[in-house]
């Protein structure tokens, strides 16, 4: 009797196990909001990233209500006093491994004025002086190389036949009050592609420090390389219209002739099927790097 009963109570504790460990494993793949107070930042990221407190989708609803009103009011603040010249210069920017030998891909406008040293940073730990191996001014595109070899690298989408509408993300190191640690990830749609096919136009939240970060598909792949956003105060002097999170990147083929002008071999993918942002912010992280200027 004894071994009889001791059988099905074993069986039931190693479910209860397996489902326990199961609920673990997607919680911690699964991306959550997450509000930093401190800095007045509410993103998206896996629970073990988040650096404030991860909220429900109604307080992430009512935060965001409340950042953009604070937005708008910094706004009609700016419109008051005289026009103060915008430096646009932060400490960073963001970049991205194309070499598993520490190629890194960025905007020139990130590292043209630094009169320091130029370091990259991965997301393991990693860090080193860059040498700068070329940049096209014209283009605003700069490639780098790290001391170290890359945790892992970008692959390109080719061709970039996206409609308008469809999802893109952005990856980067986004500047709100203070300087960000790690990267975040920001959600957009596509709008289109202008300028002779050299610029791509998005509903995103672009922000300085994001510049040189990849713009993703919904499968993870790179279709373009940040390097602006939206001139929110000067669009409302010109037009009186208030037009936020439009952001702008460089395509592919122009980034392609930058590394081809090297023979720098790189990656180049299909479109393929969709993933979740938990998936496509894990798969994505570790190509990520932050590009700093240090004195």
């Not at 109570?9 to 673990?24: D, E, K, N, Q």
């Not at 953009?68 to 970049?95: C, D, V, Y």
């Not at 070899?149 to 469809?166: L, N, Q, Y």
């Not at 957009?188 to 993703?216: C, E, Q, W």
């Amino acid at each position: 009797m004894t071994r009889t009963s001791f059988l099905p109570a074993l069986l039931t504790s190693a479910l209860i196990v397996g489902i326990l460990l199961g609920v673990t494993a997607r919680a911690e793949s699964t991306l959550v909001q997450c509000y930093d107070e401190k800095r007045g930042v509410l993103h998206q990221s896996r629970i073990d990233d988040c650096t404030g407190r991860a909220v429900s989708e109604s307080e992430a609803a009512t935060i965001r209500a409340t950042l953009k009103a604070k937005r708008l009011q910094r706004l009609r603040q700016a419109m008051k006093p005289k026009e103060e010249r915008n430096k646009g210069r932060r400490g960073h920017g963001t970049g991205f491994f194309i070499t598993a030998a520490g190629h890194i891909i960025t905007n020139n406008h990130v590292i043209e004025k630094c009169s320091g040293a130029i370091w990259a940073d991965s997301t393991d730990g990693q860090a080193s002086k860059v040498t700068v191996i070329d940049t096209d001014k014209r283009n605003d595109l700069a490639l780098l190389k790290a001391g170290f070899p890359a945790p892992a690298t970008a692959v390109f989408r080719s061709p970039v036949d996206i409609r308008k509408g469809e999802d893109v993300l952005v990856i980067g190191y986004g500047t709100h009050k203070l300087a960000p640690i790690k990267p975040h990830v920001t959600k957009g749609l596509f709008d289109r592609v202008y300028g002779g096919g050299t610029r791509i136009k998005m509903n995103a939240a672009v922000r300085p420090g994001n510049s040189g970060g990849p713009v993703l598909d919904a499968n993870g792949q790179v279709i373009g390389v940040v390097y602006a956003q939206l001139n929110t105060v000067s669009t409302f002097k010109a037009t009186g219209k208030v037009v936020l999170d439009q952001g702008f990147a460089i395509t592919n083929p122009l980034v392609f002739r930058l590394l081809e002008k090297h023979n720098i071999d790189y990656q180049r993918g299909a479109p393929g099927k969709p993933i979740t942002q938990g998936q496509l912010f894990d798969a994505a992280k570790p190509f990520m790097a932050r590009v700093s200027c240090r004195h």
